[in-house]
């Protein structure tokens, strides 16, 4: 009876898991799929033009080199974007873009 026992919960284990692998279904943030590798470049000194050929953009964050939070944007699921860097010092900075699933891809830029 326990062999049974412990066949059935391990079969239904293993099927859930199958089941969440192969229709779609995802907890949590992750992967829909489809890539996201965000392209950074500059379009003027105060401006920088995210574009993504996978997933849309919906939100981005830029910190300092401490760490700080010196910005953060939601973005209306786009395949481009460009943001205005003009109200930043001169220095380097980190942004993080944010997919429409949840991913997120970490870039530095420098504002001279």
Do not use: C, W
Request: net charge negative; glycine share 12%.
């Amino acid at each position: 009876m326990k062999h049974t026992l412990f066949i059935f919960l391990f079969a239904f284990a293993f099927g859930f898991a199958a089941a969440q692998l192969n229709n779609g279904i995802r907890i949590g943030a992750g992967s829909s799929g489809k890539t996201f590798s965000p392209e950074f470049s500059s379009i003027s000194t105060n401006e920088i033009e995210i574009k993504s050929d996978g997933e849309r953009i919906s939100g981005l964050e830029i910190f300092d080199v401490e760490g700080g939070l010196v910005g953060a944007a939601t973005i209306a699921q786009e395949e481009k974007t460009s943001i205005n860097i003009n109200g930043l010092q001169q220095g380097i900075y980190h942004v993080v873009v944010i997919s429409e699933s949840g991913q997120e891809q970490f870039n530095t830029f420098s504002k001279d």
